[in-house]
């Protein structure tokens, strides 16, 4: 049940884009998509509700393809705040799950 | 609005003491999660609460936690007897309904020795 996220980790220089894909066995009604840092608590992106819809705010955006139950978030010009764990998240029935996590560094 | 709120913070405990944990979810908020989340692994879900009842507590080893959620408000989490391998931060979030956002609480820091 739990969704798979791609790749596991990532590294990139300031400035760089970054492809962050998560895919589910099931059919999704919605797909989340969270970042945490060290010590802290996940901390809520953004949500897509609708297959193809595509959403971002500041460099940061994602879309969801519901008929493949797969999402993307897109890190364009990354920033040294970029920096944690992305995790999706998603609602399949009434059962909300998180992502196997995808760990990025951005180094200056 | 007042975030979720969890206490402790942190918790040390020998293996086979019991422990419990307390959260209080964002007013008006229906559904009510734990996740057990291990260093370097993403949160696991433990249970959901959809108001007072169960939605999903698959996850949950039955043999030595148990949850509650006290007129669909606040929820306990508790563990008897502890393991070595309850050793973890426990996270509790709220959201207002399907396809919204989970809100988190700071979670607690459990570590069994």
């Known amino acids: 049940q739990q969704p798979v996220q791609s790749p596991q980790a990532v590294i990139l220089r300031e400035g760089e884009d970054a492809v962050i894909n998560c895919s589910s066995s099931?059919?999704?009604?919605?797909v989340h998509w969270y970042r945490q840092k060290h010590g802290e608590a996940p901390v809520f992106l953004m949500i897509l509700l609708k297959g193809g819809e595509q959403k971002g705010h500041d460099k940061i955006s994602a879309s969801f393809n519901e008929k493949k139950q797969q999402s993307s978030l897109y890190l364009t010009a990354s920033q040294l705040s970029y920096s944690g764990t992305y995790f999706c998240?998603?609602?399949?029935?009434?059962?909300?799950?998180f992502g196997t996590g995808t760990s990025l560094t951005v180094i200056p | 609005e007042a975030g979720v709120a969890q206490s402790p913070r942190y918790k040390i405990i020998e293996k086979r003491q019991s422990v419990a944990f307390w959260c209080n979810p964002i007013?008006?908020?229906?559904?009510l999660y734990w996740y057990q989340q291990i260093l370097g692994q993403g949160p696991k879900l433990l249970i959901q609460?959809?108001?007072?009842?169960?939605?999903?507590d698959s996850q949950l080893p039955k043999d030595r936690f148990s949850a509650e959620r006290l007129k669909g408000v606040d929820s306990t989490l508790k563990i008897q007897p502890a393991k070595l391998e309850d050793s973890a931060v426990y996270l509790c979030a709220s959201s207002l309904d399907r396809g919204t956002p989970l809100h988190f609480g700071n979670g607690t820091r459990l570590t069994v020795t």
């Open positions: 099931k059919a999704l009604y919605s």
């Open positions: 998240g998603t609602e399949m029935g009434n059962q909300f799950y």
């Open positions: 609460f959809q108001n007072n009842g169960v939605v999903d």
């Open positions: 007013s008006g908020h229906a559904t």
